[in-house]
């Protein structure tokens, strides 16, 4: 991966362009879109009426802004308020969701709204990918876990219980509404879950941003405006950049993976519950590859540390201490792998570094040499 802009720039306001020909969308990022989301949503619909998919938390929060910037814009709406949390990714919700749009009576034409974090982002990005074969949607993603991943890129899907994200498409936004305040209301274990993602892209291509989030990831919990829409920016730019080259990932998309082979195992195996958030299962699964790559002698001594040190102190685990009596032995984690979507040929690819900043995708790992890491790795205190 090529390293991405990070200088900060003065302002409140940022858009980065995901470049894909005819279904090119921008992401908005500043703070207060979302008290005037209806006038940047109406010129997008072909008709003045959308569903917008929600969950109970964020409705509470923030969906009356929501519905009164539609009102003020003439949008017509039906709202879907559904339980939050990770197990709503299921085949019950997703069968609930395509219902409702449907009676809500949206066209092959129409544009739904995805607004929540990465769970409503998934599964309503899903519902809008299969329902009359295909409809618009746009995310307005209200987690920071969605604003800087999950809303981007087109993946969509929902959890089986054979593994996380097994079943979904491919299915693009019209645009991305990302609005700082709304973070405002996250639970603070919420937030630190989805900085995981914003470290995620230092680690993984971009030693600057990671330097620079060492320096400044207290004003990011603190609430400055600049500071994060200067992480947001530069994590959407990051993603952008690897999604325009690689939509469907064919090939170095995977690397945005970095953590999710190892953590998306410990969701499963704790029942994709609130015992283990996903940006917490994805902070674990990145030490985790520091540290794999680490004893493979691949990786630079001293990077697992440094990576370590920054994730514990905004309150992030980096080992399985604390959810140790919820998981398996190693040999069925690593079964659960297995399953991973980006296996090939019953291979598991995962994502190893060099060092901070120079990530890459390694085909060689050996089931023997993953299960004896861990056997180690599970005894850690």
Not at 47 to 58: F, L, S, W
Not at 143 to 155: E, I, N, P, R
Request: hydrophobic content about 40%; charged content about 20%.
């Amino acid at each position: 991966m090529n390293p991405t802009p990070s200088s900060q720039a003065d302002t409140t306001r940022a858009e980065v362009n995901v470049s894909l020909g005819e279904r090119s969308y921008d992401i908005t990022i500043s703070d207060g879109l979302l008290a005037h989301a209806g006038r940047t949503i109406a010129p997008l619909l072909a008709r003045p009426v959308t569903a917008i998919v929600t969950d109970e938390n964020v409705a509470r929060h923030h969906l009356k802004t929501l519905t009164d910037s539609l009102d003020q814009a003439g949008v017509r709406y039906t709202s879907i308020i559904l339980p939050a949390g990770e197990q709503t990714k299921s085949y019950a919700r997703l069968a609930q969701v395509c219902d409702d749009i449907i009676a809500a009576g949206m066209e092959r034409n129409d544009h739904i709204i995805a607004f929540g974090g990465g769970v409503i982002g998934d599964l309503a990005g899903f519902a809008a990918a299969i329902v009359r074969r295909g409809i618009g949607f746009i995310q307005i993603p209200t987690s920071l876990l969605a604003q800087v991943d999950s809303s981007v890129g087109g993946k969509t899907g929902i959890n089986s219980s054979h593994g996380k994200n097994l079943v979904g498409a491919f299915h693009q936004p019209v645009a991305v509404l990302a609005d700082i305040n709304v973070l405002n209301t996250l639970p603070a274990r919420e937030l630190a879950a989805g900085y995981a993602e914003v470290a995620k892209y230092g680690l993984l291509g971009d030693t600057e941003f990671f330097s620079w989030l060492e320096d400044n990831a207290a004003r990011i919990f603190a609430g400055d405006p600049q500071a994060r829409i200067h992480a947001i920016r530069t994590s959407c730019q990051a993603k952008a950049a690897i999604v325009a080259r690689d939509e469907r990932e064919s090939g170095d998309r995977a690397l945005l993976n970095l953590g999710h082979t190892f953590g998306h195992a410990l969701e499963s195996a704790t029942g994709y519950s609130d015992k283990l958030l996903h940006g917490e299962g994805v902070a674990i699964g990145m030490a985790q590859a520091f540290r794999f790559s680490e004893q493979l002698g691949i990786c630079r001594p001293g990077a697992a540390a440094r990576m370590e040190k920054h994730l514990k102190s905004v309150g992030l685990p980096t080992d399985v201490s604390e959810i140790r009596a919820h998981l398996p032995d190693a040999g069925k984690l690593v079964d659960i792998m297995r399953q991973d979507k980006k296996a090939e040929a019953g291979h598991i690819n995962f994502i190893l570094v060099k060092d901070v900043g120079n990530a890459y995708i390694d085909r060689t790992i050996e089931k023997d040499g993953l299960i004896k890491f861990l056997e180690a790795e599970l005894k850690l205190q």
